[in-house]
């Protein structure tokens, strides 16, 4: 079974997407998503540039030998860049395996650990009000966990508040937008929030909050204590997660569990995190985390250490992306929450898939392989279109984490 074609197709159904497609000799195919938000382009000519022609004549059953050949032999290792190539490639070999053995991908991991996944949704809005409707229609539709997010007075436009449940950052333009801050207005405001949505839907719906990395360890240790009298269910991304040293304090003042990792690209960002228990839920994803062979280890060794999964699902993955991260959400036994934004109409045209969503749970496609392909025709449709993610000032004009 020799893979004798890989080919890159970059589309933009509402929103750029990379994807490989890798085809055996026998006829099989296989997609791995290889989106990386904002800096798409670097990915598909990392691929088309450097790795595809390494593929042609390789053994496709041979995942693990493939996963450490392009890892290991490219020297430079690690960066977003690097592995999410790799894991798309990891994520195509997994598609064929598991069409070769007749069988879902999850069965290959493993079989089931539960029924069904848990997954939460997004209420953003400008005003505490609109939030309250927003997470309202989510539990209309059957909802069990809600990420929420509101302006903050004061401040114009800040990250996570959309409508609808859909919120892309990533704007087309020459130049990115550009937001401003103020820790001091958000730390004040945000109790605010949260205290009307108990008071509005009770302590039976998994609350969610995400800081997106604007925060000292103090501050963030601050919010968390402060929120604690509504239970969150985690507090993501509390301060920017280079100094990892930071979420020690963090822990030291609050018991609000805390998740982060959407941004972790490997093992060794995370192992600190993990194995002092600094942390309660993981957030790395299949495309960012190197494929289902390396997200597969980040879980297990997170399982020794009672942190769970919690896999960021945003619309910048693709339907490839998350088909592949249900298969593995389905199977470990440290699963926690899968985060899951439905893609619009035109990129669920572009992606046919089989997984589906059903009163707040997801279940993975029992279709051989992921489940889910990418209709070429439909993907030329769409060009690319260069978009960037914004950038975060204070307001006095300084830049300030995003």
């Not at 890989?6 to 750029?16: E, G, Q």
């Not at 309660?280 to 020794?304: K, S």
Request: overall charge negative.
């Amino acid at each position: 079974m020799r893979i004798v074609d890989a080919k890159v197709i970059v589309t933009c159904p509402d929103r750029n997407f990379v994807t490989l497609r890798l085809t055996t000799d026998d006829g099989l195919t296989g997609v791995g998503d290889a989106t990386l938000n904002g800096r798409e382009l670097a990915v598909a000519s990392y691929l088309e540039d450097h790795l595809c022609q390494l593929l042609i004549g390789r053994d496709a059953s041979r995942i693990e030998d493939t996963w450490q050949y392009l890892y290991k032999g490219a020297y430079w290792r690690r960066g977003p860049v690097t592995m999410t190539a790799i894991a798309a490639v990891d994520t195509a070999l997994w598609d064929i395996k598991g069409k070769a053995a007749g069988m879902p991908v999850y069965q290959l991991l493993g079989g089931r650990s539960r029924d069904a996944v848990t997954v939460y949704g997004h209420a953003g809005s400008a005003t505490v009000s609109d939030v309250l409707e927003e997470v309202a229609g989510l539990l209309g539709r059957g909802y069990r966990a809600v990420r929420v997010q509101v302006g903050v007075p004061g401040l114009e436009k800040i990250y996570g508040v959309g409508r609808g449940g859909f919120y892309e950052p990533a704007t087309a333009g020459a130049r990115p937008d550009e937001e401003s801050w103020s820790t001091a207005k958000y730390l004040n405001f945000v109790p605010e929030l949260f205290a009307a949505v108990r008071d509005g839907f009770g302590y039976d719906v998994h609350l969610l909050h995400d800081v997106h990395h604007r925060l000292t360890p103090i501050e963030a240790a601050r919010l968390g204590k402060a929120l604690e009298p509504y239970g969150l269910f985690w507090l993501e991304d509390p301060i920017s997660e280079e100094l990892q040293e930071g979420f020690r304090l963090i822990r030291r003042h609050t018991t609000t569990p805390i998740a982060v990792g959407e941004v972790y690209n490997s093992i060794w960002d995370c192992r600190q995190l993990i194995t002092e228990q600094l942390i309660d839920y993981i957030r790395m994803d299949v495309v960012h985390g190197g494929g289902i062979t390396h997200l597969r280890r980040v879980f297990d060794l997170a399982a020794l250490y009672h942190v769970r999964t919690g896999s960021h699902g945003a619309t910048d993955l693709s339907p490839v992306c998350l088909a592949a991260g249900l298969h593995v959400d389905v199977a470990v036994p440290n699963f926690g929450i899968q985060e899951y934004m439905p893609h619009t109409d035109a990129t669920n045209a572009v992606f046919p898939h089989s997984y589906r969503f059903e009163d707040g749970l997801m279940y993975p496609s029992e279709e051989p392989g992921l489940g889910v392909d990418i209709d070429e025709e439909a993907a030329a449709e769409y060009p690319y279109r260069q978009a960037y993610l914004p950038v975060n000032r204070l307001e006095d004009g300084s830049m300030h984490d995003w």
